[in-house]
């Protein structure tokens, strides 16, 4: 069993990837999943293969996510782009990152809720 350390929970700290990564391999985690790109500090290539670099040398995975790809969600962000360019910007970083995936949401709770419908109907 791998311990995985979403650092989503570490974002009130205003730590740097770096010492995120201090933390998750001082408390044991051998992945961290960066579930937002503004945790991660960007995407320029040169950081992310000094974030790779910095993970390896601690033993650490990483994993790559973003927020929303459903253009009707109120997370997500237009300026970016359409979902198919933002999805597409992400490749290189989750190969760089060593990502084998790029896990993205739908949207927020108040994305999922359909007027009309009680707990359990179905339509």
């Given at each position: 069993?791998?311990?995985?350390?979403?650092?989503?929970?570490?974002?009130?700290?205003?730590?740097?990837?770096?010492?995120?990564?201090?933390?998750?391999?001082?408390?044991?985690?051998?992945?961290?999943?960066?579930?937002?790109?503004?945790?991660?500090?960007?995407?320029?290539?040169?950081?992310?293969?000094?974030?790779?670099?910095?993970?390896?040398?601690?033993?650490?995975?990483?994993?790559?996510?973003?927020?929303?790809?459903?253009?009707?969600?109120?997370?997500f962000d237009s300026s970016k782009g359409t979902a198919e360019a933002q999805i597409e910007a992400m490749l290189p970083a989750a190969r760089l990152?060593?990502?084998?995936?790029?896990?993205?949401?739908?949207?927020?709770?108040?994305?999922?809720?359909?007027?009309?419908?009680?707990?359990?109907?179905?339509?």
């Amino acid at each position: 069993m791998r311990f995985v350390l979403d650092m989503f929970s570490l974002r009130s700290q205003g730590w740097t990837p770096f010492e995120q990564l201090d933390f998750a391999a001082r408390h044991g985690a051998r992945v961290a999943h960066y579930s937002e790109v503004r945790l991660l500090g960007g995407l320029e290539h040169d950081h992310l293969r000094r974030v790779r670099a910095h993970a390896d040398a601690l033993g650490i995975e990483l994993e790559l996510g973003m927020l929303s790809i459903c253009p009707s969600a109120g997370i997500f962000d237009s300026s970016k782009g359409t979902a198919e360019a933002q999805i597409e910007a992400m490749l290189p970083a989750a190969r760089l990152l060593g990502s084998s995936f790029i896990r993205c949401v739908v949207g927020r709770l108040e994305d999922r809720r359909v007027t009309g419908l009680r707990r359990g109907d179905r339509r």
